[in-house]
């Protein structure tokens, strides 16, 4: 008796140690599940097209916004972009002006929650869809996205909260109740609630779930398969322990991190590039014949432009309202210095890191063409490119990277970890300062945030790429969809602000301090 005791209780480690991938693996099967159940209705409400098209209204609704801050600020994009050098280099700086951080800082924290997995997983998926078309219409969108960025982040300064201790509170649903009361005008308190919520939901998806995603995608692609929980919980505790130190703790590590990141990526990128150089133009021309083509793709011309502006929307978050956060923090007492300084993240993070990413992809030969017609081939729903090996996501620009060196996808599986860390403890801030907006501000309040947030991490690692990417674009979405109805209100506050700006600084009036 006592020898089958015993034999039972050696025998089970044994077992257990036998089923623990099993079981590990219907955990992630039963979250991904239950997520995928109860997020679809939000999904289809925000995706859903204009009757009788495939047209999203979202689409339409962001193109539209871009479109009309770049004519009402007169192409403010092109004409502020040396001085934004300049202020970003802090030459306009005052070191006495209220705030958290510098210009640099507020970019590169703003710019470490765009410049991401969108970048890397996002235009993989533009491109799968629609084709080397798609990447015309991602820098078109970078570009008026520009101004959007400007017009949030002007607003974000200027009607933040500036507490006694040294910290501000800012962003759109700041800006929704103080500006919509100053012009007298009806529901911004009731926007900025919806705002909150929204940014919540989005910092969850979009911000966190994602990033954990598509960063266990690429480290078990490297290190071979294995449950997604287990990236959560380690990110989770990364992630925890830096946001817990707050807005300056966040700052630090992403003024560092960030330009490491980006340049180590685009270096990456060069380097494929130059060794490919004779099919530059050849890529190109297949990004210009498929943006007003749509040639061999799936929806065409509308599908390409649709993919093209979803993704760098979701990319560069130009109109959601989320960099405003970030930027209203910035130390200055001029608010349109930092509306110069935030356009710049639609430039760097679209229209040169997502254009490195797609010609990569591209150039390397990634997506299947049939050698008789030079159309692509699509997989058998005809709803996506065909690629080699069948790579989606994240895994297709490994792939593209790692076609020219083999060892270049530990430096990218490098690069996915730190976009998604940083993407993540930026994300918090926001998701943050939406729940301290809604709750109030206070210590015991900001922890529940960070705890939950950090619960996230954990199932958006284990749940599928399909659910976690829909609720993502979705949540963060719906945050433009608020955010712009409050913009075109406030826009001329924005123009009397630049005039007066511009007028001071031709005259001498505003100087440098360095």
Not at 149 to 170: A, I
Not at 195 to 222: D, E, K, R, T
Not at 432 to 443: D, H, N, P, S, V
Request: aromatic share 12%; with cysteine; net charge neutral.
């Amino acid at each position: 008796m006592r020898k089958s005791i015993k034999a039972a209780a050696l025998s089970a480690p044994l077992l257990l140690a036998a089923t623990a991938p099993a079981m590990a693996q219907s955990v992630d099967e039963r979250v991904n599940e239950l997520f995928a159940s109860s997020t679809g209705w939000f999904v289809n409400l925000i995706f859903s097209p204009f009757p009788g098209t495939s047209f999203p209204w979202i689409v339409a609704w962001l193109v539209i916004a871009a479109t009309v801050f770049t004519l009402y600020f007169g192409l403010i994009q092109f004409r502020a972009f040396p001085h934004s050098i300049s202020l970003v280099k802090g030459d306009y700086s005052d070191p006495n002006d209220a705030g958290e951080v510098s210009h640099f800082q507020a970019l590169a924290t703003a710019l470490s929650g765009t410049v991401g997995l969108g970048n890397i997983a996002g235009v993989a998926v533009a491109v799968g869809i629609g084709g080397p078309g798609a990447t015309f219409w991602m820098i078109l969108a970078g570009l008026m996205g520009m101004a959007s960025k400007f017009t949030e982040c002007t607003l974000g300064v200027k009607y933040r909260n500036e507490f006694e201790d040294g910290h501000v509170s800012g962003g759109p649903m700041y800006y929704m109740t103080k500006g919509f009361a100053e012009r007298g005008l009806p529901m911004g308190k009731f926007l900025a609630v919806l705002f909150s919520v929204f940014c919540i939901l989005g910092a969850f998806g979009g911000g966190n779930m994602f990033q954990a995603n598509q960063a266990h995608a690429q480290i078990s692609g490297v290190v071979g398969d294995y449950p997604g929980w287990i990236t959560g919980v380690v990110f989770a505790a990364v992630v925890f322990a830096v946001i817990v130190g707050g807005l300056k703790s966040i700052a630090r590590v992403t003024e560092k991190v960030v330009p490491f990141m980006g340049v180590m990526y685009v270096a990456a990128a060069l380097v494929i590039l130059a060794m490919n150089a004779d099919k530059i133009g050849w890529a190109f021309g297949q990004i210009f014949e498929g943006a007003f083509t749509g040639a061999g793709v799936a929806g065409g011309m509308v599908g390409a432009l649709i993919q093209g502006f979803k993704r760098a929307a979701f990319s560069n978050e130009a109109g959601v309202g989320s960099a405003a956060i970030a930027h209203s923090a910035v130390k200055t007492k001029e608010p349109i210095t930092e509306g110069f300084v935030s356009l710049l993240e639609p430039f760097i993070d679209t229209v040169v890191i997502c254009t490195m990413t797609a010609l990569v992809i591209i150039i390397t030969g990634q997506l299947i063409q049939d050698p008789n017609t030079g159309l692509y081939l699509l997989d058998e729903g005809a709803s996506t490119i065909q690629t080699v090996d069948g790579n989606k996501g994240v895994a297709l620009t490994s792939a593209a990277f790692s076609s020219a060196f083999g060892w270049f996808q530990y430096v990218l599986a490098l690069a996915v970890i730190l976009f998604a860390f940083s993407t993540m403890i930026s994300w918090s801030y926001y998701g943050l300062k939406a729940w301290t907006f809604l709750f109030g501000e206070g210590q015991t309040t900001e922890l529940v945030f960070k705890v939950i947030f950090c619960i996230f991490v954990v199932i958006g690692a284990a749940a599928n790429l399909g659910p976690v990417i829909d609720f993502s674009d979705a949540a963060i979405f719906a945050m433009a969809v608020v955010n712009i109805i409050a913009l075109y209100f406030l826009m001329p506050i924005v123009k009397k602000e630049l005039n007066s700006y511009m007028a001071r600084l031709k005259s001498g009036e505003i100087k440098k301090y360095s």
